[in-house]
């Protein structure tokens, strides 16, 4: 019997927008170097706000709350700044990053951007394609913000964007199904292993404990070998891997334990049933067949409001769990919002990122719905207007009070971590179709790291 399509394979013949086309769209052209020759008109307009009309572009991706967060603030900068109009591009993440890296590459990016932290080293690693904001703290009120919050954004000597929130993994549960189970949701590696049994003999052999899909599995992979052996996956500066081959197989062991255990359904079960559905949207989930998930803290809303009637009341934020003698796990930039170099309003744009971020009235609108504001201001106007929704704040707290390690910058390159057709995904599908024992996928691992810059001692 031949074996079904992964979904790698399926997303690799799908296709993907061409860069030419995506060019065309845009209506721009011309190469990466391109953004460096609006250096000195950006530089010029830092010297004051224009006396004349002004349209900014901004783009973002999202789900429809963040959509209308955004839209809402951006309205009432407007009416703040009668001069300023901003024009908005925005849509889910699925793609978002290959369309906003032929952006770059072409130079006809928004002004302002929705970036990932690791974008910076992806696109603008020497400092080519977006400002330093350093350059407009007359707009920007950058003392709101630790600085080790900063620094996390200083890449080539430049502040290349400020954080909009910080972020970590943590487990989510549908207390609903444990209840059905008879057994409270797990806080320990020996409950997490036996709620998959207990599920399989009380509630049938569709349901499960936790569903990650491969990228979820990578990080957690990750989580468990910093919690045994207390170093980072790679240095957060040079990404020199800091585990060996044994350590990583270890690693992806764990992983296949967990679905060898009914703790986790086999990919290829799920693509069975779900085709490249994300988890939340699947009916497993949506029903409490699916009762956890690990993930970001800023991502409650969109798993608790995907449950049905019947389950919505169990969603519950858990526990970190401790899988050896150490903190495992890492926190990061969620995301920033960055000027690009080929803006021509420079201190437009950075009004309004100080608005919609330190300012009451854009950060009373924009809450949490970008995760918690790593804004001092920002998060104090957000809580005093009550608008932190208290699911990511409590995974938040969670999150930061637990994860010690650092991320290095390429662990989310898009070549490792896209859904579909990543070196991460090539890994997990390879296993759980039985394709490669975890020994035998270290060198699938290693090699699409070492491809996209790690060094492996």
């Known amino acids: 019997m031949s074996k079904a399509i992964s979904r790698r394979d399926f997303l690799k013949v799908s296709g993907a927008v061409g860069a030419a086309g995506l060019l065309a769209a845009c209506g721009g052209s011309g190469?990466?170097?391109?953004?460096?020759?609006?250096t000195a008109a950006s530089a010029a307009s830092v010297a004051g706000l224009s006396s004349d009309p002004v349209t900014l572009t901004m783009s973002w991706w999202g789900g429809e709350s963040r959509h209308n967060a955004y839209q809402e603030a951006?309205?009432?900068?407007?009416?703040?700044?009668?001069?300023?109009?901003?024009?908005?591009?925005?849509?889910?993440?699925?793609?978002?990053?290959?369309?906003m890296s032929t952006k770059f590459a072409g130079g006809v990016a928004e002004d302002v951007c929705q970036i990932n932290w690791n974008w910076l080293y992806n696109y603008s690693k020497s400092g080519q394609t977006f400002i330093d904001l350093n350059s407009v703290t007359d707009y920007l009120d950058l003392t709101q913000w630790d600085e080790a919050k900063?620094?996390?954004?200083?890449?080539?000597?430049?502040?290349?964007?400020?954080?909009?929130?910080?972020?970590?993994?943590i487990f989510y549960w549908n207390k609903t199904t444990f209840d059905k189970?008879?057994?409270?949701?797990?806080?320990?590696?020996?409950?997490?292993?036996?709620?998959?049994?207990?599920?399989?003999?009380k509630l049938g052999d569709d349901y499960y404990p936790l569903h990650l899909g491969a990228y979820d599995r990578m990080i957690l992979m990750v989580f468990y070998l910093e919690s045994k052996y207390g170093k980072d996956w790679a240095d957060p500066v040079t990404s020199t891997l800091n585990y060996t081959e044994d350590e990583i197989a270890e690693g992806l062991a764990f992983i296949k334990s967990l679905v060898d255990n009914h703790v986790?359904?086999?990919?290829?079960?799920?693509?069975?049933?779900?085709?490249?559905?994300?988890?939340?949207?699947?009916?497993?989930?949506?029903?409490?067949?699916?009762?956890?998930?690990?993930e970001w803290d800023s991502a409650a809303s969109k798993y608790s409001s995907a449950l049905d009637d019947s389950n919505k009341d169990g969603f519950t934020v858990g526990e970190e769990i401790k899988f050896g003698d150490n903190n495992g796990g890492f926190s990061k930039v969620s995301m920033g919002l960055a000027i690009t170099k080929t803006c021509k309003?420079?201190?437009?744009?950075?009004?309004?990122?100080?608005?919609?971020?330190?300012?009451?009235?854009?950060a009373s609108i924009m809450g949490s719905e970008c995760g918690i504001p790593a804004s001092k201001a920002g998060l104090k106007f957000a809580q005093d207007a009550g608008a932190v929704k208290s699911l990511v704040a409590e995974a938040n707290a969670k999150v930061m009070a637990f994860t010690t390690n650092k991320?290095?910058?390429?662990?989310?390159?898009?070549?490792?971590?896209a859904s579909g057709t990543g070196i991460y995904q090539e890994v997990f599908d390879n296993i759980d179709y039985g394709d490669e024992t975890p020994e035998e996928a270290v060198n699938g691992l290693l090699d699409g790291m070492e491809s996209v810059g790690y060094t492996i001692a």
């Open 74 to 99: 951006i309205k009432a900068f407007m009416a703040k700044n009668s001069t300023i109009t901003i024009n908005p591009t925005f849509a889910a993440w699925s793609g978002w990053e290959d369309t």
């Open 407 to 417: 991320l290095d910058p390429l662990f989310e390159n898009n070549d490792l971590k």
């Open 181 to 201: 189970a008879g057994i409270s949701y797990p806080t320990t590696l020996d409950e997490l292993m036996a709620a998959g049994k207990t599920f399989q003999e």
């Open 31 to 38: 190469n990466a170097g391109s953004t460096a020759t609006s």
């Open 264 to 294: 986790m359904m086999n990919l290829k079960t799920y693509y069975s049933a779900n085709s490249d559905t994300a988890t939340h949207q699947s009916n497993e989930w949506i029903t409490g067949k699916i009762a956890g998930i690990f």
């Open 150 to 169: 900063l620094a996390a954004c200083n890449v080539a000597n430049a502040q290349q964007c400020v954080p909009v929130s910080m972020t970590g993994r």
């Open 345 to 362: 309003n420079v201190a437009e744009a950075a009004t309004l990122i100080n608005f919609l971020l330190n300012e009451e009235k854009g």
